[in-house]
């Protein structure tokens, strides 16, 4: 399997991801996905938990950024709910996004890790960024649109390769 469809990680939530753990890795800037990464599809509001671990996050002075394919509209009224700066219709898996966020947002790729939940958008573009990928399970992929749903079939085969080849869920090579 080509490396570019293999996340650096794989986690069942952004929760796991603690100061602690994301210090040991050199990492200082997030790039997050929205829909079904921080919170359901259909919801306007992201899991409880979830909100807990943005703000343990930015007590501890990480730089975080939202990076949606989603329309600037709706991401907006999110990231202004959680008080976070956005990057909309990121056109993930191409790697636009994540270039705006080195030269807008200063963010420092060497030290940046993109989250998401989809290996054909998020992980290969962060991948293709060169930086460090995060792949979690899905909130609630039942709830998502059609195009999302066709790609979800082939990115299990995907994910039981990683799985087989990487049981900790870590990307050795790294
Ligand atoms: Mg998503």
């Known amino acids: 399997m080509l490396k570019v469809f293999y996340p650096h990680f794989l986690i069942n939530s952004v929760v796991e991801l603690t100061p602690e753990r994301l210090r040991t890795l050199g ?4 790039l997050l996905d929205v829909d079904c990464t ?3 599809y259909s919801n306007q509001e ?3 938990d979830v909100k807990a671990w943005l703000k343990s996050l930015k007590d501890e002075n990480f730089k975080l950024c939202l990076l949606s394919n989603g329309v600037g509209k709706r991401i907006g009224q999110f990231a202004e709910s959680v008080q976070l700066p956005f990057i909309a219709k990121a056109c993930k898996p191409f790697t ?21 939940d989809q290996i054909f958008a998020d992980v290969m573009a962060g991948r293709l960024s060169g ?6 399970t899905p909130l609630s992929p039942e709830e998502e649109h059609w ?7 082939f990115e299990k085969i995907v994910l039981s390769s990683f799985r087989r080849k990487f049981p900790d869920g870590v990307w050795k090579e790294r």
């Open 27 to 30: 990492i200082e800037y997030l």
């Open 96 to 116: 636009s996004g994540c270039r705006r966020a080195f030269s807008e947002h200063g963010f420092i790729p060497e030290k940046t890790a993109l989250v998401g």
């Open 131 to 136: 930086i460090t990928t995060f792949c979690v």
């Open 38 to 40: 921080l919170k359901r």
């Open 46 to 48: 992201p899991e409880p």
């Open 147 to 153: 195009f999302t749903r066709i790609k979800r079939p």
